[in-house]
Nanobody, 124 residues
Framework: VQLQASGGGSVQAGGSLRLSCTGSGRIFSTYTMAWFRQAPGQEREFVGAITDTERWTGYADSVKGRFTISRDNGKNTVYLQMNSLKPEDTAVYYC??????????????????WGQGTEVTVSS
């Protein structure tokens, strides 16, 4: 599956952005999808994930209650709604996919397919 992320931009603290990630192929619905982010000079970190069946969503503690991940399989798209943004949310955000994945979803190595990244800048 090929992934294309979009929706990044610059926003002031407290603002909102919605990221989108669109996948190619007819079997997008069979992929567990995740968002990771990488700030300058830091390692890539898990943000959130949603399973292929949509029965489970999970988030990093740092974004819990502020970010929401969802998907529309009819549009082959996964979304990351980001509210109450903070300067520490500044990073390049990547979407990732792994077919039928269930466990270890906070580990980037679990995901073989990645989008190109979209940059989010939050100013104070």
């Amino acid at each position: 599956v090929q992934l294309q992320a979009s929706g990044g931009g610059s926003v002031q603290a407290g603002g909102s952005l919605r990221l989108s990630c669109t996948g190619s192929g007819r079997i997008f619905s069979t992929y567990t999808m995740a968002w990771f982010r990488q700030a300058p000079g830091q390692e890539r970190e898990f943000v959130g994930a949603i399973t292929d069946t949509e029965r489970w969503t999970g988030y990093a503690d740092s974004v819990k209650g502020r970010f929401t991940i969802s998907r529309d399989n009819g549009k082959n798209t996964v979304y990351l709604q980001m509210n109450s943004l903070k300067p520490e949310d500044t990073a390049v955000y990547y979407c990732a996919a792994a077919q039928h994945a269930r466990n270890g979803l906070k580990d980037a190595a679990k995901f073989p397919y990645w989008g190109q990244g979209t940059e989010v800048t939050v100013s104070s």
